[in-house]
C-alpha cells in the first residue's frame, strides 16, 4: 500500500494593494527624466504629512510599497532612482553617495516640497538622504532610516564576501555586454542573493520575496553604472555625517541583519545628536518585505510625536 502524504494548500501569494492611492508621473530633474510615483492618502484624505522615500540598491520604488500601504493617512512619493528601475541613468560618474545626494535636493526642488517634508532611505537610500541632510541642514524634517548602513561593508569579518561582490561587479562591467549583462541578471544569483538576505520562514512571504527580487532586481540602466553605485554602498556610512544630523532621526533595525549588524547601529545611535532606535526581532536586512507592520508602526509613532514645525 504507498504511503500518501496530506499537505497544506498553498497560501495565495501576497500583494500590495494601493487602488485608488498610486498615480505615476515623469520630472525632469537637472536634465534627467525620472520617474516618480505617488500615493495620496487612503479614501481621499487629507495627507498628516508628505514623506519622501528612497529605495535601496538594486530596487526600485516597488520595494518599499507593503510600508506605503500601511501608512494610509500619508501622502508618499518616491522615484524610481536614477539609473534603476525605469529612470535612466545619471552621467558617468554621478551613481555615488554625492550625486545621488545632488538628484535628491534637485528632486524636492522640482517638486517644490518644504522644509515640513518627512525624508525615509532604505539600505542605500539610508546613505543618499543621510548625506543630503547633513549637507541642506533645515531642508526636511524629521528623518527616517530603514536598515541604515552603519559600517563599511569592506570592514570586519564580512570584508572578504564584500570584495568579492565587488570583484563580481568589476567583472561583469569588463565582460562583453551580453556576458555581462548575462552574469548581473542571472536569475541562479539573484535567487542567492534573495534567499541570504530573507530570514522568514513563511513560504507565502519568502515567494513573495523571492518574486519581487526577480521582477525587479534587475532593473538597471547599464553595468558602469551599477558599478558606481555597488562600490559607493560598501564603502560608504551614515556614521560618516552623523553628527551633522541635528535634526530628530529614528533608527529601525533588525536584530538579524548581517549587512547592518545590530551592534553598529548601537554605535550609529551614539552618534546621533538627537536619534532614536527601534528593533525589530527575527528579521535581517529585508525589514520592508518581511516586517512592515512593525516598521510602519514605529514610523507612525515617530511622527506623531515630531509634528511639522
Known amino acids: 500500500m504507498a504511503l500518501k502524504?496530506?499537505?497544506?494548500?498553498?497560501?495565495?501569494?501576497?500583494?500590495?494593494?494601493?487602488?485608488?492611492?498610486?498615480?505615476?508621473?515623469?520630472?525632469?530633474?537637472?536634465?534627467?527624466?525620472?520617474?516618480?510615483?505617488?500615493?495620496?492618502?487612503?479614501?481621499?484624505?487629507?495627507?498628516?504629512?508628505?514623506?519622501?522615500?528612497?529605495?535601496?540598491?538594486?530596487?526600485?520604488?516597488?520595494?518599499?510599497?507593503?510600508?506605503?500601504e500601511l501608512l494610509p493617512d500619508d501622502r508618499i512619493i518616491m522615484a524610481d532612482l536614477p539609473g534603476f528601475g525605469t529612470s535612466p541613468a545619471l552621467a558617468p560618474g554621478m551613481h555615488g553617495i554625492t550625486g545621488y545626494a545632488e538628484f535628491l535636493a534637485g528632486f524636492l526642488d522640482a517638486l517644490s516640497l518644504g522644509p515640513q517634508t518627512v525624508l525615509l532611505g532604505h539600505s542605500f537610500?539610508?546613505?543618499?538622504?543621510?548625506?543630503?541632510?547633513?549637507?541642506?541642514?533645515?531642508?526636511?524634517?524629521?528623518?527616517?532610516?530603514?536598515?541604515?548602513?552603519?559600517?563599511?561593508?569592506?570592514d570586519g569579518t564580512k570584508g572578504i564576501m564584500?570584495?568579492?561582490?565587488?570583484?563580481?561587479?568589476?567583472?561583469?562591467?569588463?565582460?562583453?555586454?551580453?556576458?555581462?549583462?548575462?552574469?548581473?541578471?542571472?536569475?541562479?544569483?539573484?535567487?542567492?542573493?534573495?534567499?541570504?538576505?530573507?530570514?522568514?520562514?513563511?513560504?507565502?512571504?519568502l515567494a513573495f520575496i523571492h518574486g519581487q527580487h526577480h521582477a525587479y532586481f534587475s532593473g538597471f540602466a547599464n553595468r558602469d553604472m551599477l558599478l558606481e553605485a555597488f562600490r559607493a554602498s560598501v564603502s560608504g556610512t551614515v556614521r560618516e555625517v552623523a553628527g551633522k544630523l541635528t535634526l530628530p532621526t529614528l533608527l529601525i533595525a533588525g536584530d538579524r541583519d548581517e549587512i547592518a549588524p545590530l551592534p553598529h547601529q548601537h554605535t550609529l545611535l551614539d552618534l546621533l545628536p538627537d536619534g532614536e532606535l527601534v528593533v525589530i526581532e527575527n528579521v535581517g536586512h529585508l525589514i520592508h518585505y518581511e516586517t512592515p507592520g512593525p516598521a510602519a508602526a514605529a514610523i507612525t509613532d515617530f511622527l506623531e510625536r515630531h509634528p511639522a514645525l
Open 125 to 154: 537610500g539610508s546613505l543618499v538622504v543621510s548625506h543630503f541632510v547633513a549637507a541642506n541642514p533645515g531642508r526636511v524634517y524629521p528623518l527616517i532610516l530603514v536598515n541604515p548602513i552603519a559600517s563599511p561593508a569592506l
Open 5 to 68: 502524504r496530506s499537505t497544506t494548500p498553498d497560501t495565495p501569494p501576497l500583494a500590495v494593494n494601493l487602488t485608488g492611492r498610486e498615480s505615476a508621473h515623469r520630472l525632469d530633474v537637472n536634465g534627467t527624466p525620472v520617474h516618480f510615483w505617488e500615493y495620496a492618502p487612503a479614501d481621499g484624505g487629507t495627507a498628516t504629512r508628505t514623506i519622501v522615500m528612497v529605495h535601496g540598491f538594486r530596487g526600485d520604488h516597488h520595494g518599499l510599497e507593503r510600508v506605503v
Open 162 to 205: 564584500t570584495k568579492l561582490a565587488v570583484f563580481y561587479y568589476w567583472a561583469a562591467a569588463k565582460l562583453p555586454e551580453s556576458l555581462g549583462f548575462a552574469l548581473l541578471r542571472s536569475k541562479l544569483i539573484v535567487h542567492v542573493m534573495s534567499v541570504t538576505m530573507a530570514k522568514t520562514r513563511d513560504k507565502a512571504l
